[in-house]
């Protein structure tokens, strides 16, 4: 399942739900892949909260100006996600127009939450 966000205006930072298979009570299977699409349009800097229920591995891929296709490289590698245990995933960006996240559980199990936060429109340096 792929969800799309509509556009926020540049300037504003932005603090909500990824939503679609990865919101908050959505469950999923043991080595099913769920899949989201997350614009953050003209973000400098975007950092990710997350807990599951399940272990598995979270990709972030960037998405192609087009919103369809994804780059082969990306600025984070997976991620890997421990049970029952938040994590953080900062990413810097140059304005890409978002991101197509993939979380391949191995177990079945539930999102607990998995938020985005992104300074739109504001560039933020490498670490």
């Not at 807990?51 to 979270?58: E, P, V, W």
């Not at 177990?107 to 985005?116: F, K, N, R």
Request: glycine share 14%; charged share 15%; proline share 6%.
């Amino acid at each position: 399942m792929t969800t799309r966000f509509a556009q926020f205006p540049t300037g504003l930072n932005v603090h909500r739900e990824v939503g679609g298979g990865l919101a908050s009570g959505a469950e999923y299977e043991n080595g099913v892949p769920v899949v989201v699409d997350v614009a953050v349009y003209g973000a400098g800097g975007v950092r990710f909260y997350g807990k599951f229920t399940a272990a598995g591995s979270l990709a972030i891929e960037t998405l192609r100006w087009d919103g369809v296709g994804v780059y082969d490289t990306n600025p984070v590698s997976n991620v890997a996600v421990s049970a029952n245990t938040e994590f953080i995933q900062d990413v810097y960006l140059l304005g890409e127009r978002g991101f197509r996240l993939t979380f391949t559980p191995s177990g079945d199990g539930a999102v607990t939450y998995l938020d985005v936060t992104a300074a739109l429109g504001i560039a933020a340096p490498p670490p």
